[in-house]
Nanobody, 116 residues
């Protein structure tokens, strides 16, 4: 079993930046492709970015391409999401999970609010 804990969210003005972190509880984290997901109020959860197990390949939703960067540190068992040029429509709870996601791995998420 892997437990995932997200952190780094907060309130930021439009155009600002945040860096989210997702810490995994065990070393087997390194065998999984990982993803960042988000869920805005009243909307379905959506996949934002993915990264392969070794970190060599990434993919992004069109809505965040060029603004967000996913990365991982398999020694620290951590995956990151650097978010730049934030927009109000990026407001959501952000979660990490394996990709494809596994029901047992959903954590509490971290709230990101983009507002002036």
């Amino acid at each position: 079993q892997v437990q995932l804990v997200e952190s780094g969210g907060g309130l930021v003005q439009p155009g600002g930046s945040l860096r989210l972190s997702c810490a995994a509880s065990r070393s087997l984290f390194s065998i999984y492709a990982m993803g960042w997901y988000r869920q805005a109020p009243g909307k379905q959860r959506e996949l934002v970015a993915t990264i392969t197990s070794g970190g060599g390949s990434t993919n992004y939703a069109d809505s965040v391409k060029g603004r967000f960067t996913i990365s991982r540190d398999n020694v620290q068992n951590t995956v990151y999401l650097q978010m730049n040029s934030l927009k109000p429509e990026d407001t959501a709870v952000y979660y990490c999970n394996s990709h494809p996601s596994r029901a047992a791995y959903w954590g509490q998420g971290t709230q990101v609010t983009v507002s002036s």
